[in-house]
Every structure is written in C-alpha cells, then in structure tokens.
C-alpha cells in the first residue's frame, strides 16, 4: 500500500506462513469489524478506533501507524487504518471530522504485527444503500483480487498476476492505478517482488513456492490517474470518479495459492 524501498525476496516456511496467516487472521477480524460498523453517521476516527482495539485485544500492533511519509519532511502517519470515501484510493487519514454519509462507499486498509510478521489486507464497503455504478465497482475490483490471486503460483511470472487483474478490470470498463502496486510481504510490509495491477503475462519475476504476496487492486470508474491532496497522504481519482480498493496477502505453495488474511 504504502510506496517504500524494497527488500530482496524472501521465502518463507511452513511455521513462518503459518505466523503470517495468524497476523493475517487479527487483520481480518478488524477489518470485519470495521464493515460491521460502518453505517452512516459514524467516523473514521471511530472506525480507526475499533481496528485498533482489535489488534491490540489479539496482541498485535499497527502497521501503518508512525510509518515514514514517502515526501520528503512530511509527516508520518498518524493511525491504525487508511480511510477513504468515495474518490479517494488510498492513504486517507482518519478523522473525527469525517463522517460517513448514506450512499459512500468506503475504503479501508490496515496492516498488523503478531510475532514480528505483517498481515495486510483492505476491504471498499457501501454506506447504507448505494448506487448501481458504485455497486458494480466494488464487484468487479474485488474479483479482479482473485481472478490475479488465481494466478499466483508456482511456474508463473508476477506479470501473470498483474495481468490478470488488469484484463479483468479493463473488460468492464474501469481503470487501474499505476502509480502504486501490490508487494512482496513478511517481516515488513513491503518486501520484493512488486507486483503491479497491470502487465504482461509472461514477464516478471518467477513465483516460487514461499514467496507471500500483498496483492491489492485500487480501480477507479474514470481515469488511472491520481493525485495526493494537501495532507500529503490522501490519494484521491485525479477526475474525481469513483475509486475501491480490495487486498489479501497470500503464500505460493506447491499447490493453489493460499490466502492468509481471511477468518
């Protein structure tokens, strides 16, 4: 999610994916109890809230919170979950001020820390009732995560994955952010390889059994195009159109791809 340097690959164990499927696990129960609570008239400060008290009841810690701004003497950021409504993809920061309005729909990614491993994961949901463009966004961009998830095993390329994902979107008239990617996970949050939402399939790096995979497709109803709002986090659709985002992190085995952020 967050732009960072990368780090060399690095295959992971049985007993390491099964820690990575525990932090994951912990991310999946604050993000369900996000979607449970989101309705119109509450916060995303209150929202921030509730995620956090997830993770620190299981034991872990937050990701995203202290992480380095990418802009050079730009603030780190300040919470436990990205929230964004409507135009806005990803990095927003949530606030008391910002409250959920009938009709929105909502973005939102957290990261945890269980035994020094990361799981991460996002989810996009409607505010009460929503429109059927809106509700369409948020079908396609979330099976655009498996149809690249589908891809991700032994004896394909990361390209595979990205191609997928982008065939997917593009077939139903949307777009794919370029500027920010998909990413290698494990002790940190961002890991090689990076694995973009859109590709050639064939290209890219070799899956090997091991290997864990923060796959997250950000599509927007206009253009591809962003823009970071004064803030210095908040990325919002440079047109202003509709933008979801849906992640899992997951291993590639021997076998088919195995998701580890889902309860």
């Avoid at 993000?31 to 956090?52: K, Y």
């Avoid at 940190?188 to 064939?202: K, L, R, S």
């Avoid at 659709?237 to 992190?249: C, K, N, V, Y």
Wanted: charged residues 25%.
């Amino acid at each position: 999610m967050f732009r960072s340097n990368r780090r060399r690959i690095v295959l992971k164990s049985r007993e390491e994916i099964e820690l990575m499927r525990r932090a994951g696990q912990i991310v999946a129960r604050a993000l369900d109890e996000v979607r449970r609570h989101t309705r119109p008239g509450v916060s995303t400060a209150e929202l921030d809230r509730i995620a956090e008290d997830v993770l620190r009841r299981h034991n872990a810690a937050p990701v995203f919170k202290g992480y380095p701004n990418p802009h050079p003497g730009g603030p780190p950021f300040p919470a436990t979950i990205t929230a964004c409504i409507n135009e806005e993809l990803v990095h927003g920061i949530p606030s008391p001020h910002r409250v959920l309005q009938e009709g929105d729909i909502f973005s939102v990614d957290c990261g945890a820390y269980y035994k020094g491993w990361v799981g991460d994961a996002a989810i996009t949901v409607p505010v009460g009732e929503i429109s059927a463009e809106a509700r369409r966004l948020l079908e396609v961009t979330e099976q655009a995560l498996y149809e690249g998830i589908a891809q991700g095993r032994v004896g394909n390329r990361t390209e595979d994955i990205s191609a997928a994902v982008q065939a997917y979107v593009e077939a139903h008239g949307y777009s794919v952010v370029r500027e920010y990617t998909g990413h290698g996970v494990g002790r940190n949050m961002h890991e090689d390889p990076q694995v973009p939402n859109f590709g050639q399939a064939g290209k890219g790096v070799p899956l090997k059994a091991g290997m864990t995979i923060a796959l997250e497709p950000m599509v927007q109803v206009g253009t591809w195009k962003t823009r970071v709002l004064d803030d210095g986090w908040t990325v919002v659709s440079a047109d202003g159109s509709l933008s979801a985002h849906f992640e899992h992190s997951f291993a590639v085995t021997d076998g088919e791809p195995d998701i580890l952020t889902l309860l």
